[in-house]
C-alpha cells in the first residue's frame, strides 16, 4: 500500500518527505505497534541509526528476547562482542 502525503502538509510541518517516514517509525515504536526492526526498516535507517536516532530523543528501546539475540548475534557479527 502507498501513503501519499501532500508536499503541503510536508511544508506545513517543515518536514523532509526522509524526516516525516522517520517520524511516523518513531511514533509506532513508541506506541509498541511496531518492533525494533521493523521502525527502523519503515525509517530507512539502519537499526543502529535508528537507535541512536530515539537515543537523540531520549525515547527507551524497549526488546523482547528474540529482538535481543538478533542484537547480540549481530554485534558478534561486526566483532564487536
Given at each position: 500500500m502507498a501513503?501519499?502525503?501532500p508536499d503541503e502538509v510536508?511544508?506545513?510541518?517543515?518536514l523532509s518527505d526522509v524526516?516525516?517516514?522517520q517520524e511516523i517509525a518513531?511514533?509506532?515504536f513508541q506506541q509498541e505497534r511496531l518492533?525494533?526492526?521493523?521502525?527502523?526498516?519503515l525509517a530507512n535507517l539502519p537499526r543502529l541509526h535508528f537507535q541512536?536516532?530515539?537515543?537523540?530523543?531520549q525515547i527507551p528501546v524497549h526488546y523482547d528476547v528474540p529482538?535481543?539475540?538478533a542484537e547480540v548475534a549481530?554485534?558478534?557479527e561486526m566483532g564487536y562482542l
Amino acid at each position: 500500500m502507498a501513503v501519499v502525503i501532500p508536499d503541503e502538509v510536508l511544508n506545513i510541518a517543515q518536514l523532509s518527505d526522509v524526516e516525516m517516514l522517520q517520524e511516523i517509525a518513531i511514533l509506532l515504536f513508541q506506541q509498541e505497534r511496531l518492533t525494533l526492526a521493523q521502525a527502523s526498516r519503515l525509517a530507512n535507517l539502519p537499526r543502529l541509526h535508528f537507535q541512536k536516532l530515539l537515543a537523540s530523543r531520549q525515547i527507551p528501546v524497549h526488546y523482547d528476547v528474540p529482538e535481543l539475540d538478533a542484537e547480540v548475534a549481530m554485534m558478534r557479527e561486526m566483532g564487536y562482542l
